[in-house]
């Protein structure tokens, strides 16, 4: 059975920084397409940040520049790396893999 955990939320100041994990377990995603996606209060899921087996990587308009995923394959793991965070980014954050697969979210508030 796939699994998918994060961890890493919590409350940051605005302008902060914030890392969050996603441990895959249950198979072998080292040739999956890894991503964060968002739910703010109020809004849709979003994609936030994709990334390919190859290490390609996609970034929604509002990261760019902010954001950074990155993946260990020998971990099963994904990584979101968040700088300057903004007020904009309090969500739900959840991990997801190939589309099919999806974490049970973590919670980041930016908030002073």
């Known amino acids: 059975q796939v699994k998918l955990v994060e961890s890493g939320g919590g409350l940051v100041q605005p302008g902060g920084s914030r890392r969050l994990s996603c441990v895959v377990s249950?198979?072998?995603?080292?040739?999956?397409?890894m991503g964060w996606y968002r739910q703010g209060p109020g809004k849709q899921r979003e994609r936030v940040a994709v990334i390919t087996s190859g290490g390609t990587t996609n970034y929604a308009d509002s990261v760019k520049g902010r954001f950074t995923i990155s993946r260990d394959n020998a971990k099963n793991t994904v990584y979101l790396q968040m700088n300057s965070l903004k007020t904009e980014d309090t969500a739900f954050y959840y991990c997801n893999v190939d589309d099919d697969y999806w974490g049970q979210g973590i919670q980041v508030i930016v908030s002073s």
């Open positions: 249950g198979g072998i995603f080292s040739n999956s397409v």
